[in-house]
């Protein structure tokens, strides 16, 4: 005896057997009408209700993200640091500028941050690097920052955010 003649088999029935009749399709007049009409609202007030929920919506924090992840606290205070750091020769921070290419954080609250600068001839390539590692390690939670620069891909303005661009007058 093989293994197959060990299992018992059921047959499916045959088409015939059991024939259920279809259940009746929904039709729109079919719905219970309500009891009053609903007053219309506002202009105003639409646009109130839809500003309370996007309100909610954007300071809803993610569940269950690690401090370290993206959208995590750690990950997110970092960003917020990087945000106040501002490029001496272009009124915007040095994220939403695009200079920021990446940020990670390690299991251990090590932080790396690459990053690039406008050009290589600028005039903070020495004094910028240095400014990001001590105020990202000056962040609760973390325990050691390194920023490494790369030039590869250049930066150009189409890195900006559009906020940078607005602030720019480039929109």
């Not at 639409?46 to 954007?58: Q, T, V």
């Amino acid at each position: 005896m093989s293994q197959k003649d060990d299992k018992d088999f059921i047959a499916a029935p045959s088409p015939t057997e059991n024939v259920v009749a279809k259940p009746p399709r929904a039709r729109v007049s079919d719905a219970p009408l309500p009891e009053e009409e609903p007053e219309e609202e506002s202009a105003g007030e639409k646009l109130e209700r839809k500003r309370d929920y996007l309100e909610g919506f954007l300071q809803k924090k993610p569940e269950g993200v690690a401090p370290g992840e993206p959208g995590g606290e750690v990950h997110q205070s970092v960003i917020d640091a990087l945000k106040e750091i501002y490029d001496p020769e272009i009124p915007v921070n040095i994220y939403d500028l695009g200079l920021i290419y990446n940020v990670e954080v390690a299991e251990d609250a090590d932080v790396k941050v690459t990053m690039t600068l406008t050009t290589p001839n600028c005039p903070v390539a020495e004094t910028m690097p240095n400014e990001i590692e001590m105020r990202v390690m000056s962040l609760p939670g973390v325990r050691d920052a390194e920023v490494v620069v790369t030039w590869d891909p250049p930066w150009d303005p189409a890195k900006m955010s559009d906020e940078a661009r607005l602030e720019l007058g480039m929109l």
